[in-house]
């Protein structure tokens, strides 16, 4: 199994509003992303590196990586390409990476509706995806086409 990796939008006076990625950990009503454990046993646990994040922002990855090799984020806006083998009148669409009852997928508004498709789905290959921003920073990605 691969291990599940978070992003978030640091909050941490010395890196604040970078991305941080890593491990999440909520104490207290405070999200921190940590990364490398330097030592570990069953009574104690020691990090090499946190961060405080931003709740809202925080991410899950899809464990994809786009056709640039980026990976694919919670909150990412992607264009996804249209399949050579699909007839269809547009090059691409601007979609939203959503999790919708423990499922990541890809979301296009539809008027006031919304339709879905699994990363599972032949028209959602890697390279048929390029992440393009993300709704936290670039919400106004979502009004193109």
């Keep these: 199994m691969g291990k599940l990796t978070?992003?978030?939008?640091?909050t941490h006076e010395e890196s604040k509003g970078e991305w941080k990625r890593g491990y999440l950990i909520e104490d207290e009503g405070v999200s921190y992303i940590i990364n490398g454990v330097v030592e570990a046993n069953d009574e104690y646990i020691?990090?090499?590196?946190w961060c405080s994040v931003e709740p809202e922002t925080l991410g899950l990855s899809t464990g994809l990586l786009d056709k640039n090799e980026k990976e694919i984020f919670e909150g990412d806006i992607v264009k996804r390409y249209r399949n050579p083998?699909?007839?269809a009148e547009?090059?691409?669409?601007?979609?939203t990476v959503v999790k919708r009852?423990?499922?990541?997928?890809?979301e296009k508004k539809l008027g006031?509706?919304?339709a879905t498709m699994s990363?599972?789905?032949?028209f959602t290959k890697s390279d048929l995806l390029e992440v393009i921003g993300n709704v936290y920073e670039n919400p106004e990605l979502l009004n193109e086409e």
Excluded: D, H, M, V
């Design 112 to 114: 006031k509706n919304f």
């Design 46 to 49: 020691t990090i090499g590196e």
């Design 90 to 95: 547009w090059e691409y669409q601007i979609e």
């Design 101 to 106: 009852e423990a499922c990541l997928l890809l």
């Design 6 to 10: 978070i992003r978030g939008i640091s």
């Design 119 to 122: 990363f599972g789905s032949p």
């Design 85 to 87: 083998l699909f007839k």
